[in-house]
């Protein structure tokens, strides 16, 4: 790790001592990765494109530790996983494609990207997408409440009204409407519109009654269409979460203390405060306050002897009251006085009986320690000034502890968030026509105004495609959602280029949302076992005479891919590793393993997407919804020690193992059992794209007959596994070079995407592209990744009007 960072504090009559080196200390290999999707909504049967950025944790620069990245993609109304790939990195990058077939189900979808390193319990962090089988509804629907939803009243009655878009009344149309709350459907109703395209179901006897869902499906004679919005309840219905937090973690008698507050509906969705005050135990009013931003702000109290407090918010009119924090007789309170873009000024206070007491203050970014020293109290306490010029953006954590170590106060500070990558852009012309060309510059520059060379990703979407979640761009995602946990609203908005008002902001979040929820240090997954991060080939032949099972060694495999023929041997273990240069060199291919037959043996693949399938979708970290070469393959074995290995597959062999399809958007390894069961007790139901494993025995449904199902025998000496995912290129038309193209209909929703756009040494890109016949509003979203470790993002809209 690097050497400690030479931060000077100046103390105001005090002297401060550095207490030794910290070179010492351990860094971490862990890495953080973002994904930037060419766009967040997609229509059955588009692609999916993905960039990912691979970064070490710690110093946010490009990880070269591991060469695969493990995609997978997950529904959220089955919890099933419907693609799994393995996809190169290249110097910390990889970029990725996927199809969505229309056989997908409707719905939300969650996009987990991991590599050995990525793994631990704190981070699982997904991209949220949301497949429609049409954007442009071929129906509309108007949903209004006869009654109100209350914990008394536990009815609901919403008036579906459908129409064409045209405004005619579609009539004697199927209803399936159901409400949901927390991931769970609470009730279900069928019904059918009447005469006047009404519809009127009644759910009763809710055992919820907050943030609901109503999930509306229209079958008539145009079709089959879903709709999904929140269940719209009056305020004064609505209970709402309300934290009080004492800024360093402490109240203390005598002390001028910073409590922040944070008010959020029980959805996530903050609440501004217009109006609020501090009681007494008279009731006599001590102070008041309002929110500054998405439901948070601070107020300053004196707390004094024998005195209780609490919390009344007067606008929005809320009933409870709020009780206030402890208030201890004595101790220590950790103030940050001011910020500037240079500086932090920080008061220790104290109060009485603490005098020459010895305290260490420390500052930490990331799990890496950049200062400790001791202090000394003396009067009311200690300010220090802190330069923090020389610190990387970011949250740092500034801790007060005791001799013993015990920590007395921490608080969490943004610094520099000034430091960023500027990005501008100039287009040819201000609006455009249908298929015509668009030439677009860039230039992107540091805070000091100086070129950087970057590599850009850049997506140009329709606008009726914009995303419905609260997403993350690559700067607020590795400096903030990344580092905190829970979900922030609109992180995005804590970038906007409002430097000062940003800061701001930014402070309220670490002072409550930061509070007590900073990552480091980040906890290993405890059921994430050495196997379940294996990539490896095991065989252990079965005895048919025993049932016994034993390991293999130095048993021969032979491997074949579209290069060639090795024969490799396994361990002692009766494993063979698959290395991360067998994957490269069956890029889009697929490597075929063929083991001597041996009695009872049989090949089976054990990879890290074994560890994700105990995962329940609620324990991902998800996105809030919005509403509203020249090697040759014969000298492999001579080079493995060359490459990295994935001790990540593992291909093993003792009682039958039965895979689990997932339709046509996954690869099935041959040889493995691909029947499953629906939640009918159905073999290989075709209203179902999964489920269970089939249970070699039992009865089940086949073929609409109720009989015994019998396992096929699975081929124990040939299998195959695919290599590294071959990307395709995207399509781009150019109808300057083949003008005739023309006649054609371009319906391109997403005129553009370019993941690995690179500036030249002045910072600068040029860009060109053709709109399609979309006559529309396009999106423009830019991630931007600079040599020295910068981050920068930019949006804009692009006009296509005639």
């Keep these: 790790m690097k050497k400690l960072i030479g931060l000077l504090f100046f103390i105001v009559g005090l002297q401060v001592s550095l207490k030794g080196d910290l070179a010492a200390q351990t860094p971490s290999n ?21 960039s990912a950025t691979v970064l070490n944790a710690q110093s946010l620069l490009p990880s070269s530790l591991d060469s695969s990245l493990f995609v997978e993609l997950r529904s959220k109304a089955e919890n099933q996983v419907v693609f799994k790939e393995i996809f190169e990195i290249s110097n910390g990058f990889s970029e990725g494609h996927l199809f969505l077939a229309d056989t997908l189900k409707q719905g939300e979808y969650s996009l987990f990207a991991f590599t050995r390193n990525s793994f631990s319990d704190e981070v699982k962090k997904t991209k949220s997408i949301l497949l429609k089988s049409r954007i442009t509804p071929t129906i509309l629907v108007d949903v209004n409440f006869d009654n109100v939803l209350t914990a008394e009243l536990n009815a609901l009655s919403p008036k579906i009204k459908v129409v064409r878009r045209s405004g005619e009344l579609v009539t004697e149309a199927k209803i399936n409407a159901e409400i949901w709350s927390e991931n769970k459907r609470l009730a279900r109703v069928k019904t059918t519109t009447d005469s006047l395209g009404i519809a009127l179901p009644s759910f009763n006897k809710l055992k919820a009654f907050e943030n609901l869902i109503l999930k509306i499906d229209v079958d008539s004679n ?32 005598g002390i001028s203390t910073q409590i922040a507050f944070k008010a959020v509906h029980k959805n996530g969705a903050p609440v501004e405060i217009d109006s609020a005050i501090v009681l007494d135990e008279k009731g006599s009013v001590v102070t008041s306050f309002k929110s500054r931003h998405n439901g948070m702000g601070s107020f300053y109290i004196l707390p004094l002897p024998s005195k209780q ?142 070129p950087v060379q970057t590599v850009i990703g850049m997506s140009v979407v329709d606008e009726v495609f914009k995303s419905v979640f609260d997403e993350d761009n690559i700067v607020s995602y590795f400096f903030l959602s990344n580092e905190i946990r829970g979900q922030i609203h609109n992180p995005k908005s804590y970038f906007s280029g ?64 579209m290069f060639g023929a090795s024969i490799l041997n396994t361990d002692k273990n009766g494993e063979l590793l698959l290395t991360d240069s067998m994957l490269y060199w069956s890029k889009g291919g697929k490597l075929f393993f063929k083991v001597d037959e041996v009695e009872g043996a049989l090949l089976n693949f054990h ?22 070469s020249t090697k040759n393959w014969n000298i492999l074995p001579q080079v493995e020690n060359d490459v990295r290995r994935l001790d990540d597959f593992v291909v093993e062999s003792h009682q039958d193992q039965y895979g689990v399809a997932h339709g046509n958007a996954r690869n099935i390894i041959e040889g493995r059992n691909t029947d499953y069961v629906c939640m009918y007790n159905i073999l290989n139901c075709t209203n179902h794209l999964s489920g269970r494993e089939p249970r070699d025995g039992e009865k089940l449904f086949i073929n609409g007959v109720f009989k015994t199902y019998r396992a096929p025998k699975e081929a124990n000496s040939t299998r195959y596994f695919n290599g590294y995912y071959e990307v395709p290129e995207v399509y781009e038309p150019d109808y300057d070079k083949v003008p005739e193209d023309r006649v054609f209909t371009d319906f391109r929703n997403s005129l553009i995407w370019r993941p690995s756009i690179l500036t030249n040494e002045n910072g600068e890109a040029e860009i060109s592209f053709f709109t399609s016949d979309i006559r529309s509003i396009f999106n423009v979203h830019i991630d931007a990744y600079g040599d020295n470790g910068q981050m920068g993002a930019l949006k804009f809209d692009i006009k296509v009007l005639k």
């Design 222 to 253: 145009l079709g089959e269409e879903q709709f999904e919005l929140p269940v719209a309840l009056p305020s004064n219905t609505q209970r709402i979460q309300f934290n009080l937090m004492p800024e360093g973690g402490s109240l203390v008698q």
């Design 30 to 50: 862990e890495q953080s990765i973002y994904l930037q999707l060419n766009k967040s909504v997609f229509e059955l049967g588009e692609d999916l494109w993905f």
């Design 607 to 628: 990879t890290p997407f074994d560890a994700t399938v105990k995962w329940s979708w609620d324990k991902l970290d998800q996105q809030k919804r919005i509403f509203a």
């Design 498 to 561: 409002e430097v000062k008002t940003d800061r701001d902001h930014l402070d309220l979040l670490m002072l409550t949302q930061g509070w007590r929820s900073y990552r480091w240090p980040r906890v290993q997954s405890e059921n994430l076992t050495d196997s379940d991060l294996k990539v490896s080939v095991k065989i252990n032949p079965n005895s048919v005479t025993n049932k016994v099972l034993r390991a293999l060694d130095q048993q021969k495999i032979q491997v074949v891919s």
């Design 309 to 450: 407090y609490s919390v009344s918010i007067i606008s929005p009119k809320i009933d409870s009251v709020f009780s206030f924090p402890k208030v201890y007789d004595a101790g220590f309170v950790l103030n940050v006085s001011k910020q500037t873009e240079d500086d932090l000024l920080i008061a220790v206070k104290k109060s009485e009986g603490f005098e020459g007491d010895s305290l260490t203050f420390s500052i930490e970014q990331r799990g890496q320690l950049f200062y400790e020293s001791m202090i000394i109290m003396s009067g009311d306490g200690v300010p220090l000034k802190v330069p923090t010029v020389s610190l990387p953006k970011g949250i740092i954590k500034v801790s007060l502890s005791n001799s013993e170590g015990q920590k007395l106060a921490e608080r969490l500070v943004f610094v520099n968030n000034q430091k960023k990558l500027n990005i501008t852009y100039e287009l040819n012309k201000a609006n455009y026509t249908t298929k015509e060309r668009i030439d677009l510059k860039l230039k992107v520059t540091n805070d000091q105004g100086q």
